[in-house]
Antibody, heavy 118, light 111 residues
Framework: EVQLMESGGGLVQPGGSLRLSCVVSGFTFSGYWMHWVRQGPEKGLVWVSR????????TYADSVKGRFTISRDNAKNTLYLQLNSLTAEDTAVYYCARDGSNWDFDYWGQGTLVTVSS | QSALTQPASVSGSPGQSITVSCTGT?????????VSWYQQHPGKAPKLMIYAVSRRPSGVSNRFSGSKSGNTASLTISGLQAEDEADYFC???????????FGTGTKVTVL
């Protein structure tokens, strides 16, 4: 069974940082591109970032470019998202998702909540 | 890149068919056959229901179908069941520096 489990969310002050993790199981992690997608309060889903299988190629949404960094450790079956210079606009549930190969996301985690507030 | 436009809510009685629309532009939905649909129950992870406009992943009921015409994609749920009550989101490839755009989301209610 494919499973993705995010962690690392919490309350952080504006300007602060957080590191999110996503541990996966049930598939060969090193064979898939991976993504982060977020969902703000009462808002729709927004794609945040993706990373290729070996971690050498990453793409970011314009809204997070230069502040967020995606990475992965294939030996630990873990995807990461480093969030820096956080603002209230970054408050959201952050989901990790597996790339479905047709520009879709075929499996998702349950999400981890990031709240940016003073 | 603006979000794809979906109706805020759609409702139907058990056994009926409903259609959820997803309207984009010629830069996203209209140009690529990479529209996917997701079902999300409250507090749960999104679930892929349709990919590449009309293809169904293994395990998804054939009551769910997808189509596209011009800049608008559609998700049809036939034989509506209580368990179909959820939020539904579409997404499309954009070919731009932000390669994915999501829809605004639709709450499907089973009366």
């Amino acid at each position: 069974e494919v499973q993705l489990m995010e962690s690392g969310g919490g309350l952080v002050q504006p300007g602060g940082s957080l590191r999110l993790s996503c541990v996966v199981s049930g598939f060969t992690f090193s064979g898939y591109w991976m993504h982060w997608v977020r969902q703000g309060p009462e808002k729709g889903l927004v794609w945040v970032s993706r990373i290729n299988v070996d971690g050498r190629t990453a793409t970011y949404a314009d809204s997070v470019k230069g502040r967020f960094t995606i990475s992965r450790d294939n030996a630990k079956n873990t995807l990461y998202l480093q969030l820096n210079s956080l603002t209230a606009e970054d408050t959201a549930v952050y989901y990790c998702a597996r790339d479905g190969s047709n520009w879709d996301f075929d499996y998702w985690g349950q999400g981890t909540l990031v709240t940016v507030s003073s | 890149q603006s979000a794809l436009t979906q109706p805020a809510s759609v409702s139907g009685s058990p056994g009926q068919s409903i259609t959820v629309s997803c309207t984009g532009t010629s830069s996203d939905v209209g140009s690529y056959n990479y529209v996917s649909w997701y079902q999300q129950h409250p507090g749960k992870a999104p679930k892929l229901m349709i990919y590449a406009v009309s293809r169904r992943p293994s395990g998804v009921s054939n009551r769910f179908s997808g189509s596209k015409s011009g800049n608008t994609a559609s998700l049809t749920i036939s034989g509506l069941q209580a368990e179909d009550e959820a939020d539904y989101f579409c997404t499309s490839f954009t070919g731009s520096s932000n390669p994915y755009v999501f829809g605004t989301g639709t709450k499907v209610t089973v009366l």
